[in-house]
């Protein structure tokens, strides 16, 4: 037996709970992982919450990350006593997921976990840190240096954007912060920003072209954001999507992309290459300072997660939530 919220649907809601499983309820997949820890992302928060049609098959043990060991093995990559990491994939929409003691998964899906990060502290990462190592790493592929100018970060005490703001700063780009939360520009300055600026700027309709500002931009926000993101972009930049925190619509021109030169980069998370994450993973373990990483997470139980959930959709949480599913 194993514990896991579990989501179940009814004719008029969707309810969460933490429920005693037993083993042979667990999908088909060729790998048996014993969890440590798993995360709440945005994704979790709709899915637990049932604000967005996340959940795709019923019931479903929600979680689209997490870590731990190899339990048993099908899979020639994998042993019993293996290290492993998990983000995406459908997991937590399709497939069980990994707020639970135990998963079971395809071994195609796993990563190894880096001998420079624990369990907890690839968790303290999760889904939302891995995303925006793709972003920086997309800045890069693409030509941002540091010489460039400033690199705009949006949702910046979000999960991604905290870490974003890491990574960049890090690295010695010079970082500038957008946020809706202004009480929390000494934190984001303590990760590295140099300017933290007020999301209202950014949010509401704007001009095909704004004044040329930013070499490269991360943006987990997306609509009007993403949209003036890219019109106040430099020419050659590069702009990161990589979220749909303010919405999916994209209203936005064409004069950016044929008058400046700038690329827009979907940065997609979900169905990586195995070659990308773990380039991004060992990325995240060699250059992702864990002090900073420290002041961003905080952690629950696996019955806390709940109402953490409600909290992260109702923009009280900042940064990152590790969830101990032992607890």
């Known amino acids: 037996m194993f514990n896991a919220i579990l989501l179940e649907k009814s004719e008029t809601a969707v309810n969460a709970r933490v429920a005693s499983l037993a083993d042979d309820a667990l999908p088909a997949g060729d790998v048996t992982v014993r969890i440590a820890y798993s995360t709440l992302n945005y994704k979790d928060g709709l899915a637990i919450t049932n604000r967005a049609p996340v959940v795709r098959k019923w019931p479903m043990v929600p979680g689209i990350d997490f870590a731990g060991t190899v339990e048993a093995s099908a899979h020639a990559d994998w042993k019993p006593g293996d290290a492993v990491v998990l983000n995406g994939w459908g997991v937590g929409e399709t497939h069980w997921g990994g707020l ?28 939302a840190g891995y995303t925006a190592m793709l ?4 800045l890069e592929r693409h030509g941002v240096d540091k010489s460039k100018g400033e690199i705009l970060v949006t949702g910046a005490s979000g999960g991604v954007g905290s870490i974003a703001i890491a990574i960049l700063s890090g690295w010695g780009y010079t970082v500038v912060a957008s946020t809706g939360k202004l009480d929390e ?5 303590s990760l590295g920003a140099s ?3 007020d999301r209202a700027t950014l949010s509401s309709p704007g001009k095909p072209l704004g004044k040329e500002r930013w070499a490269g931009v991360i943006d987990s926000v997306g609509s009007h954001t993403l949209a003036n ?5 430099k020419y050659g930049g590069v702009v990161a999507a990589c979220g749909l925190a303010q919405g ?12 400046r030169g700038v690329t827009l980069a979907g940065i997609d998370s ?7 994450r773990t380039e991004a993973w060992k ?9 900073k990483l420290a002041s961003i997470t905080r952690d629950v139980g696996l019955a806390e997660a709940i109402a953490a959930a409600g909290d992260l959709m109702a923009g009280k949480v900042r940064g990152r939530v590790v969830v101990d599913v032992n607890h």
């Open 283 to 291: 990325k995240l373990a060699s250059d992702l300072d864990r002090t």
């Open 185 to 189: 520009t000494d934190y984001l300055k």
């Open 270 to 276: 979900v169905y990586a290459p195995k070659a990308r």
């Open 248 to 259: 999916m619509d994209f209203p936005a021109s064409v004069a950016p992309f044929i008058l």
């Open 229 to 233: 993101a890219c019109a106040t972009t």
């Open 195 to 197: 300017e933290v600026i």
């Open 135 to 138: 972003s920086a790493v997309a």
């Open 100 to 127: 639970a003691q135990k998963a079971r998964v395809s071994g195609d899906w796993l990563v190894a976990l880096p001998e420079k990060l624990s369990a907890r502290d690839a968790m303290a990462i999760g889904t």
